[in-house]
C-alpha cells in the first residue's frame, strides 16, 4: 500500500483487513520505497498513489512492472482521470480508482485485477472511448505503446495459445502472463480474442496463415 499520508495507509488498511481475507504486507510513503518493497514482498496487489513527494506513482508503476513481478497494480487517487488515466495504464497499471469512492468500490477492482482483469470506473472508460472517437484512425494506438513482453503475449496469444501454454514459452508464471494480456486490452481497447488477432496481423506481428 503506497501513499505519503499515513493517516490514509492507516485508514485503508483499517478498511481492508476488516474484510476478511486480506492481509497489508507492507506499505511504503514514496515511489522509491514501493520499488523496493514491491521487490523484497512480491505482493499480489499494489495500491499506488500517484502524487509523492520525489519518484511519482506513474514512475513507480513503470519501474515496479518492469521488474517482471507478479503483482498487479491498482491506482488510487484524488486526481481526475483527464490528466493521469493514460500516463498510468502506459506504465503499466491494472486498474484504476478515485479515492472519493474507495469505500464502496476498492474490493471489487481489487477483485477484478487479482483475476487478471483490467479495471476502469464508467468514466474512466468513457474517457478512454471519447478520446478514441476524436482522434480516429490517426490516433489510433500501435505497436510502439506495448513493451516487448507485452508484445510476445499479444503474438502467443493471437496464435490460439491458452494462458498456461504462454507462461511456459515465456517462462513466467500463468498469473503474470494474464497481467500483460490485461495491460494489453487496457492500453488498445481491445476485448476478445478475435480483436487481438485483428490486431497481432495489423501489426505484423501474424501472418494470415498462421
Do not use: C, W
Not at 77 to 90: N, R
Not at 130 to 141: A, D, E, L, V, W
Amino acid at each position: 500500500m503506497v501513499d505519503d499520508h499515513k493517516v490514509v495507509r492507516a485508514g485503508l488498511k483499517a478498511m481492508l483487513e476488516s474484510s476478511g481475507g486480506i492481509d497489508v504486507v507492507g506499505e511504503a510513503s514514496s515511489g522509491e520505497e514501493a520499488v523496493d518493497k514491491a521487490r523484497m514482498l512480491e505482493p499480489d496487489i499494489v495500491i499506488m498513489d500517484l502524487a509523492m513527494p520525489g519518484m511519482g506513482g506513474v514512475q513507480a508503476t513503470r519501474r515496479i512492472t518492469e521488474l517482471g513481478l507478479e503483482a498487479r497494480i491498482l491506482v488510487l487517487t484524488i486526481h481526475d482521470e483527464d490528466e493521469f488515466l493514460v500516463p498510468a495504464l502506459d506504465a503499466g497499471a491494472a486498474g484504476f480508482l478515485n479515492k472519493s469512492v474507495a469505500d464502496t468500490d476498492l474490493m471489487g477492482a481489487m477483485e477484478a485485477i487479482v483475476r487478471g482483469h483490467s479495471y476502469l470506473p464508467r468514466r474512466a472508460a468513457a474517457l478512454l472511448a471519447h478520446r478514441k472517437r476524436q482522434g480516429g484512425s490517426k490516433s489510433k494506438p500501435g505497436p510502439e505503446v506495448l513493451s516487448a513482453q507485452e508484445l510476445t503475449a499479444v503474438e502467443l496469444y493471437a496464435r490460439g495459445f491458452s494462458t498456461r501454454e504462454m507462461a511456459e514459452q515465456m517462462f513466467l508464471s500463468p498469473k503474470t502472463v494474464e497481467g500483460y494480456l490485461a495491460r494489453t486490452r487496457a492500453k488498445l481497447d481491445l476485448h476478445t480474442r478475435r480483436d487481438i488477432v485483428r490486431f497481432a496481423l495489423e501489426a505484423g506481428l501474424l501472418r494470415r496463415e498462421d
